[in-house]
């Protein structure tokens, strides 16, 4: 999730000058230094028990390493209107692993809200006709559908741990534990980019994703989940889609086709049924 409205965009920005796993390591491992600091500075409890410990690893690896890497190479890959819809299917996916959980069988109108959401992401990837937008892959699009359910792990895992630590720091040891794996990648990597033929609204756009979307956007979204409850807060990411097609198509000049809008439209209301009969 990038929690901020309009995420996708500042990550296309990004991904248009460094390539994908380097912008998606260099967004992370920037917010994970500032949140050790603010961790430490502030003394956020760490959580003590094995099983608490092991949900803030899974959601540090999840949503600040895995996720962000993911996202970044699929939407090096394809449009970001291809990457926000398939996004908004995180809830149905977030709710179908709670479920799996605590091993509870999920309403009948959810399984059939969910059928919808994925029908309509189905639609979405295999659409290659001449007028699929430009820039749109299958191979974009899977590596994002991948990414999402990596992202849906974490927000279970992080929507657990806040009640028991706090929001603020599940999220800030979420992005501290993330940097074991993001400072040797990033150090492994950073030799094959040319930092000097970055400009400005490069690092504007991976500025914006540490600061906004990681840091600020997760503390919000974690407190979401753990008060508001992991099933129903995932319908607020329907008005995501809607929100970055639309920049899309006026900051990047991407083409809204039929398609594209009915895929919209499918994927919406798939969720949205089933978000009504999460519980």
């Known amino acids: 999730n990038d929690s901020d409205g309009c995420p996708l965009d500042p990550n296309k920005i990004a991904v248009g000058y460094l390539d994908g796993l380097t912008a998606g390591v260099l967004r992370s491992m ?19 028990r094995t099983h608490d410990i092991a949900l803030l690893a899974t959601a540090g690896m999840c949503n600040f390493a895995a996720w962000p890497i993911f996202m970044s190479l699929g939407v090096a890959r394809t449009t ?54 430009d820039g749109a892959s299958a191979t974009g699009d899977l590596i994002v559908l991948a990414g ?3 992202c849906a792990c974490g927000y279970i895992a992080g929507g657990s741990l806040s009640p028991k630590i706090g929001t603020f720091a ?23 980019t040319d930092w000097r033929a970055v400009p400005l609204n490069g690092w504007l756009a991976i500025g914006w994703m540490s600061i906004f979307s990681s840091l600020a956007g997760y503390a919000f979204w974690f407190y979401a989940l ?13 008005a995501m889609p809607v929100v970055t097609l639309a920049a899309s ?31």
């Open 249 to 279: 198509a006026i900051i990047l000049g991407e083409t809204l086709t039929v398609l594209l809008l009915i895929a919209c439209a499918t994927i919406i209301l798939g969720t949205f049924w089933a978000q009504r009969h999460a519980h």
């Open 170 to 192: 599940t999220t800030f040891w979420s992005l501290a534990v993330a940097l074991v794996v993001l400072v040797p990648i990033f150090g492994a990597i950073a030799g094959h």
């Open 148 to 150: 999402t359910v990596i």
């Open 80 to 133: 970001a209107g291809h990457t926000a819809l398939i996004m908004a299917i995180i809830p149905v996916f977030t709710v179908l692993g709670a479920a799996t959980i605590v091993r509870h069988r999920p309403h009948a109108g959810w399984w059939f809200g969910a059928a919808i959401a994925f029908a309509g992401t189905i639609l979405l990837i295999t659409d290659r006709t001449a007028s699929s937008p």
């Open 226 to 238: 753990g008060h508001t409850g992991i099933g129903r807060i995932g319908s607020t990411q329907m």
């Open 30 to 48: 920037i917010a994970g230094l500032f949140a050790l600091g603010i961790a430490l500075a502030l003394r956020l409890p760490f959580p003590r």
